[in-house]
């Protein structure tokens, strides 16, 4: 993993110290709110419901053992004893004081991490696929080109005051993993018919009040120009964007109001002005960040392993976990293991500081030394070998973390919700809950298949409820939480906005709904169809009528509501 020089860690360290001055000043009252707030935002700090909330940059979901061991200790001692893992592959603090926080960020520079554009109207922490490096789909592990992003990206002066907050995602893979198409810029590495390496370029993308995917202005971007370009496609924005309305402010809306055409146009124009400038990527600097993600010393005897297969067949509950939470590795003899947070007592994301110490030791003893965070708030033990499956298995399932449902409805994606955060309309983590105690059976959860359900609180969308293949977004209703319910969203390859199956349902029936709806797909779905399929099939009007079926519970409050003139 990339290791900071001299000048990195002098910037972090200074920016410490910088951070410290404007807390002391803000607890002094020499600051006032309005004046703190932009001053605490480039720092990850927000004011929540009940506490401020801390958000720590994790690059590209990378961490080593010793980082993982650090969060571990901050949460132990400045917070309740737990993180909470983001969408964005970062972590979060729902309980530190605001008077520790610069304390917080001390301890994070001395292993070399920092909260630094985790908030703001900024470039965001660039993210990538939790597979990069390991995947066997992989053309190239988009790693190096995030850190290259990273650096050129942080505290740079043109752009600390966008419009609006920036979000980058790159994938390597033939597989997309880390939700390019919906970033307010995806690059995806791909080679040319000579072989060149590039980027097809995605703009426009994102979630939250007006949703919407994001258009090719590029097909293929030569690696060269990887800086420049990004370049002229964030002066176009910073110069046309809107600053007049925080709900039309992303580039989202400036694509959508040129039309891609018009936008590609522009920023082809501000391009040809810099393209030769000495921002043009040098293969020596893309070599030089190439070998901090070189290979582990993989091991040339780990492909045949005898008491693995032996396990397989003696341990039921193993092979389960192996068939749910280990994917394929490009070296023989490796696996990926999925570190599960979706204990179904747990809100999903969420672990203990005492887990995070185990798997840190788990990490050192079987992966190299190295975590990942992913995109579906679960953790990843990239590079294991297969002889070393069985006992990680017993050891994570001790730890409570090795529930085997990667990939199933209870591998939900969750925000904080109302029990935390200040914009939530509505609770997420009671709902999930709710639907782990309804679907509590893993035959049933097994049989239903890959299914992606992602739940957020409020139309900010952090949980990513449009491209859930099931979506549930947390409404208002005059004082009440009601929960609105989409289907068909996806946000891989086959990317797609879920379709809005009607009117929101009450708190009490989350649950019951979705029931019926997977009714349905159990009764309509063909051979090897996953819910998605069937969905895209069969169309929404089924799952319509069966969730709203005369009679039923949601039927005859949806009817009162409209009576009183909700």
Same mark, same amino acid.
């Given at each position: ?49 009940? /506490?401020?909330?801390?958000?720590? #940059? ?16 901050? &949460? ?14 970062? +972590? ?23 909260? +630094? ?56 893979? #033939? ?10 810029? !995806? ?84 391009? #040809?002005?810099?393209?030769?400038? !000495? ?9 030089? $960040?190439?070998?901090?993600? /070189? ?7 780990? +492909? ?14 193993? %092979? ?7 994917? /394929?590795?490009? $070296? ?7 570190? %599960? ?5 747990? &809100?999903? !994301? ?20 190295? +975590? ?22 017993? &050891? ?12 199933? @409805? ?7 919700? @109302? ?53 549930? @977004? ?27 199956? !009607? ?59 409209? &009576?009183?003139?909700?």
């Amino acid at each position: 993993m990339y290791q900071y020089d001299y000048y990195d860690q002098t910037l972090v360290d200074e920016r410490v110290a910088q951070y410290r001055g404007q807390v002391q000043r803000y607890l002094a009252g020499e600051l006032t709110d309005d004046e703190f707030r932009p001053l605490r935002l480039m720092n990850g700090l927000y004011l929540q419901r009940h /506490a401020p909330m801390l958000r720590v #940059a994790i690059p590209y979901g990378l961490l080593s053992s010793r980082q993982l061991r650090a969060l571990a200790h901050i &949460a132990r001692r400045y917070d309740q004893g737990y993180g909470h893992f983001t969408t964005r592959q970062n +972590i979060q603090y729902n309980w530190p004081k605001l008077e520790d926080t610069p304390d917080i960020l001390a301890e994070l520079a001395e292993v070399q991490m920092h909260a +630094i554009q985790t908030s703001g109207n900024c470039i965001r922490n660039v993210t990538a696929d939790h597979l990069s490096g390991v995947a066997p789909d992989e053309i190239e592990d988009p790693r190096i080109y995030c850190e290259i992003i990273r650096q050129w990206s942080t505290f740079h002066p043109e752009f600390s005051y966008l419009p609006r907050k920036f979000k980058i995602a790159v994938t390597g893979a #033939a597989h997309d993993r880390a939700a390019a198409q919906v970033h307010d810029i !995806g690059l995806n590495l791909l080679r040319n018919k000579q072989g060149d390496l590039g980027f097809r370029v995605l703009v426009g993308g994102g979630l939250g009040r007006t949703p919407l995917i994001g258009r090719v202005i590029r097909e293929f971007l030569p690696q060269r120009d990887l800086l420049t370009y990004l370049e002229a496609i964030l002066r176009v924005y910073n110069q046309h964007g809107r600053r007049d309305n925080i709900y039309k402010a992303r580039i989202k809306i400036l694509v959508k109001a040129l039309g891609a055409e018009k936008f590609r146009e522009q920023v082809e124009a501000e391009w #040809a002005q810099i393209r030769n400038s !000495g921002l043009a990527l040098d293969p020596a600097e893309v070599e030089r $960040v190439r070998r901090y993600f /070189a290979p582990p010393p993989y091991a040339a005897d780990a +492909i045949d392993d005898l008491s693995f297969t032996q396990w397989l067949k003696a341990d039921q509950p193993f %092979a389960a976990w192996v068939k749910h939470n280990v994917a /394929a590795h490009k $070296v023989a003899g490796y696996r990926n293991v999925f570190v %599960a947070l979706k204990d179904p007592g747990v &809100a999903p !994301g969420d672990i203990t500081a005492d887990q995070m110490d185990a798997v840190a030791d788990l990490a050192d003893r079987y992966s190299f030394g190295m +975590i990942r965070s992913t995109h579906h708030q679960n953790l990843l033990l990239a590079d294991v070998r297969q002889a070393d499956l069985y006992p990680l298995w017993h &050891a994570l399932h001790g730890l409570k973390l090795a529930a085997p449902v990667i990939g199933t @409805l209870a591998d939900m994606i969750c925000c904080p919700g @109302l029990d935390f955060c200040s914009l939530a309309n509505a609770s997420s983590i009671s709902i999930a809950h709710q639907i782990n105690e309804k679907f509590d059976q893993l035959d049933y959860l097994y049989d239903l298949g890959d299914l992606r359900l992602n739940m957020s609180g409020c139309m900010n969308a952090c949980g990513h409820h449009h491209v859930g293949h099931i979506g549930i @977004l947390g409404v208002d209703k005059k004082g009440e939480e009601w929960y609105q319910i989409s289907l068909g969203g996806s946000s891989e390859n086959d990317v797609a906005l879920g379709d809005i199956l !009607g009117p929101s349902v009450p708190k009490t029936e989350v649950a019951n709904t979705l029931e019926r709806l997977l009714q349905v797909y159990v009764e309509r779905r063909e051979d090897g169809e996953r819910f998605l399929d069937t969905f895209r099939r069969i169309g929404l009007e089924p799952f319509r009528t069966r969730a709203y079926a005369p009679g039923s519970r949601e039927a005859k409050q949806e009817a009162q509501r409209y &009576a009183v003139g909700y």
